[in-house]
Protein backbone atom coordinates (compact mmCIF):
# COMPACT_ATOMS: atom_id res chain seq x y z
CA UNK A 1 0.00 0.00 0.00
CA UNK A 2 0.92 3.45 -0.36
CA UNK A 3 0.18 6.56 1.18
CA UNK A 4 -1.51 9.32 -0.62
CA UNK A 5 -3.31 13.09 0.94
CA UNK A 6 -6.83 14.05 -0.67
CA UNK A 7 -7.45 17.85 -1.11
CA UNK A 8 -9.05 18.04 1.82
CA UNK A 9 -5.52 16.69 4.02
CA UNK A 10 -7.04 13.52 4.38
CA UNK A 11 -4.30 10.64 4.53
CA UNK A 12 -4.84 7.29 2.81
CA UNK A 13 -3.44 3.94 1.83
CA UNK A 14 -4.66 2.69 -1.78
CA UNK A 15 -3.37 -0.65 -3.48
CA UNK A 16 -1.11 0.76 -5.99
CA UNK A 17 -1.64 -2.64 -7.85
CA UNK A 18 -5.26 -1.13 -9.34
CA UNK A 19 -4.40 1.97 -10.25
CA UNK A 20 -5.26 1.99 -14.23
CA UNK A 21 -3.84 5.71 -14.83
CA UNK A 22 -2.79 8.75 -13.44
CA UNK A 23 -3.31 12.17 -15.14
CA UNK A 24 -3.12 15.72 -14.05
CA UNK A 25 -5.83 18.14 -14.47
CA UNK A 26 -4.19 20.47 -12.85
CA UNK A 27 -5.62 18.49 -9.91
CA UNK A 28 -3.88 14.66 -9.86
CA UNK A 29 -6.44 12.25 -10.39
CA UNK A 30 -5.60 8.54 -9.87
CA UNK A 31 -8.13 6.14 -11.68
CA UNK A 32 -8.45 2.66 -10.44
CA UNK A 33 -9.07 -0.84 -12.53
CA UNK A 34 -12.43 -0.41 -10.41
CA UNK A 35 -13.65 2.64 -11.80
CA UNK A 36 -13.01 4.26 -9.30
CA UNK A 37 -11.50 7.87 -9.13
CA UNK A 38 -9.70 9.45 -6.40
CA UNK A 39 -8.21 13.27 -6.57
CA UNK A 40 -4.70 13.59 -4.51
CA UNK A 41 -2.22 16.58 -3.74
CA UNK A 42 0.67 14.32 -4.88
CA UNK A 43 1.97 15.78 -8.35
CA UNK A 44 1.76 12.55 -11.06
CA UNK A 45 5.59 12.43 -11.00
CA UNK A 46 5.66 12.00 -6.78
CA UNK A 47 3.15 9.49 -7.63
CA UNK A 48 4.89 7.25 -10.33
CA UNK A 49 8.07 7.45 -7.02
CA UNK A 50 5.80 6.23 -4.92
CA UNK A 51 4.72 2.94 -7.03
CA UNK A 52 8.16 2.42 -8.10
CA UNK A 53 9.15 2.61 -4.49
CA UNK A 54 6.32 0.39 -3.47
CA UNK A 55 7.67 -1.97 -6.02
CA UNK A 56 11.18 -1.78 -5.33
CA UNK A 57 10.48 -2.83 -1.38
CA UNK A 58 8.34 -5.63 -2.34
CA UNK A 59 10.68 -7.12 -4.58
CA UNK A 60 13.92 -6.80 -2.75
Known sequence: MIEV???NG??????????EF???T???VISFTTGRKIIVKE???EMKNLV???RKDIFT
Open 52 to 54: KLY
Open 5 to 7: TRL
Open 22 to 24: VEE
Open 26 to 28: PDT
Open 43 to 45: SRQ
Open 10 to 19: TKILINPDLI
